[in-house]
């Protein structure tokens, strides 16, 4: 596991995220304490269980952001989810155990590529090998001990008709010859109708089920030799990697280092007596609890134990509170962190500081046209001025609402971008002002545009 204190991993999360620094605590904590685990003696290890985070907060303040950035820091599978899509088992709709399955896929998908980088060099050589045999049909044993007699020098024999064609191949100059390979039919197959008790999930399976049954259909096709080296090289990635191995590792991973960002619980959090409609929502979270508490989970890979997963989960809590959820489920996440509304000032530091500013972003898109954008300091507050002012009179969506606006200022320049040629822009309050300022008033106008 990623050896890094609940500092570093702070500061690394800081790079992306403004503010809410109790937020980015919890998880450093958490983490952390991931990698102190492994350090505990085996009999107790399994004992230790993840301390499972409710983020409480307003959209658009950087809930999935934490968790999808803590993910990446600490190379673990990680998947989004919202509790809505969910339903009771017995209805239609997602079973909440699909959760666990997909995170199973994104985890071999994850290993399966770092494994294919391992053999990525092997790979491209045993590609090329099988470009050439069908450039160059292979010669006999006889055939070679014949010519290797004729040759007077070892110069003579690198210069060989294959040797040349080898050196054309990675010189580019054959790119453009065509080759006929066996390649796999990504027609659409038989699509069967199936209807089943246990919800959409169970037919997505049987449909799979089915398919895996099926042949895969193959055709012969010509393609230029520039396609057919990359056909080849993942052929013979995936030959070469030990599939077993990859799922092997793929379960542990999803196991131990395994982070599942439950969005939306709010809205299955219910208040008092439930009748109809919130019957169901109950019912969803009664099916997430032996989830969260641990349980083995059956996926087309082997079974999957829920026990050291991590479960963050999320919501606005506007109208339910996090203790309408059922006391059970509450119980299994003890830690709960409440986010801030973005201010003004957060607007400024979103668009400046972050490795991934928006200001950068739209910066380096200009720059492919040659145009240079520079962002005055005035201009930069008058932008987090707009943002704040639309999010207070219109639905506060936090820092997304400065992607809509940025689009509405920038809008003119990247429309007549390739038209303008070599120039610079300045983006100042009175650009902002021209641009924005109209619409931003206008309680109406802004609500369907800003």
């Given at each position: 596991?990623?050896?890094?204190?609940?500092?570093?991993?702070?500061?690394?999360?800081?790079?992306?995220?403004?503010?809410?620094?109790?937020?980015?605590?919890?998880?450093?904590?958490?983490?952390?304490?991931?990698?102190?685990?492994?350090?505990?003696?085996?009999?107790?290890?399994?004992?230790?269980?993840?301390?499972?985070?409710?983020?409480?907060?307003?959209?658009?303040?950087?809930?999935?952001e934490i968790a999808r950035r803590?993910?990446?820091?600490?190379?673990?599978?990680?998947?989004?989810?919202?509790?809505?899509?969910?339903?009771?088992?017995?209805?239609?709709?997602?079973?909440?155990?699909?959760?666990?399955?997909?995170?199973?896929?994104?985890?071999?998908?994850?290993?399966?590529?770092?494994?294919?980088?391992?053999?990525?060099?092997?790979?491209?050589?045993?590609?090329e090998e099988r470009i050439l045999d069908l450039l160059l049909p292979p010669l006999s044993h006889s055939q070679q001990k014949e010519m290797v007699q004729n040759f007077e020098t070892e110069e003579d024999r690198a210069f060989s008709t294959r040797e040349k064609f080898r050196k054309m191949l990675r010189e580019g100059a054959l790119n453009d010859r065509l080759v006929e390979l066996e390649v796999q039919d990504k027609r659409a197959m038989p699509v069967f109708e199936v209807f089943s008790a246990g919800g959409m999930d169970s037919i997505?399976?049987?449909?799979?089920?089915?398919?895996?049954?099926?042949?895969?259909?193959?055709?012969?096709?010509?393609?230029?030799?520039?396609?057919?080296?990359?056909?080849?090289?993942?052929?013979?990635?995936?030959?070469?990697?030990?599939?077993?191995?990859?799922?092997?590792?793929?379960?542990?991973?999803?196991?131990?280092?395994?982070?599942?960002?439950?969005?939306?619980?709010?809205?299955?959090?219910?208040?008092?007596?439930?009748?109809g409609p919130d019957v169901s929502r109950q019912g969803v979270q009664r099916d997430i609890l032996p989830i969260v508490e641990g349980s083995n989970v059956n996926t087309k890979y082997g079974v999957v134990k829920t026990d050291h997963v991590l479960f963050i989960a999320a919501g606005a809590f506007h109208v339910a509170k996090p203790s309408d959820l059922i006391p059970?489920?509450?119980?299994?996440?003890?830690?709960?962190?409440?986010?801030?509304?973005?201010?003004?000032?957060?607007?400024?530091?979103?668009?400046?500081?972050?490795?991934?500013?928006?200001?950068?972003?739209?910066?380096?898109?200009?720059?492919?046209?040659?145009?240079?954008?520079?962002?005055?300091?005035?201009?930069?507050?008058?932008?987090?001025?707009?943002?704040?002012?639309?999010?207070?009179?219109?639905?506060?969506?936090g820092a997304r609402r400065l992607h809509t606006i940025m689009e509405k200022l920038l809008d003119e320049i990247s429309f007549n971008a390739p038209d303008l040629q070599k120039t610079e822009i300045i983006i100042d309050k009175a650009y902002v002002t021209q641009h924005l300022e109209k619409i931003a008033k206008d309680h109406d106008l802004s609500r369907y545009i800003l």
């Open positions: 596991m990623k050896n890094f204190t609940p500092r570093e991993i702070v500061s690394e999360l800081d790079k992306y995220i403004i503010g809410q620094a109790e937020a980015k605590r919890a998880v450093a904590i958490a983490l952390r304490n991931r990698w102190r685990r492994y350090k505990v003696d085996p009999e107790l290890r399994d004992e230790i269980a993840p301390k499972n985070i409710i983020m409480i907060g307003p959209t658009g303040v950087g809930k999935t803590l993910a990446k820091l600490a190379e673990a599978p990680f998947i989004k989810v919202e509790a809505t899509k969910y339903t009771e088992v017995g209805y239609v709709g997602k079973d909440v155990e699909s959760m666990i399955r997909d995170l199973t896929d994104i985890s071999v998908n994850m290993v399966k590529e770092e494994e294919k980088s391992k053999v990525v060099f092997k790979a491209g050589e045993q590609a997505d399976n049987i449909k799979e089920m089915f398919s895996n049954m099926m042949p895969r259909r193959k055709k012969r096709r010509k393609v230029k030799v520039q396609e057919a080296l990359k056909i080849l090289q993942q052929r013979e990635e995936n030959r070469l990697i030990d599939m077993d191995k990859v799922i092997e590792k793929a379960l542990y991973r999803v196991e131990n280092s395994g982070i599942v960002f439950l969005d939306e619980i709010d809205k299955i959090a219910t208040q008092g007596n439930s009748h059970e489920l509450q119980g299994r996440f003890p830690i709960r962190v409440e986010l801030q509304s973005l201010t003004r000032e957060d607007f400024i530091k979103i668009l400046t500081e972050p490795a991934n500013s928006l200001t950068r972003q739209y910066k380096a898109l200009l720059e492919t046209e040659e145009i240079v954008l520079k962002f005055t300091q005035d201009g930069i507050e008058s932008i987090s001025e707009v943002a704040t002012r639309v999010n207070e009179g219109t639905e506060n969506i």
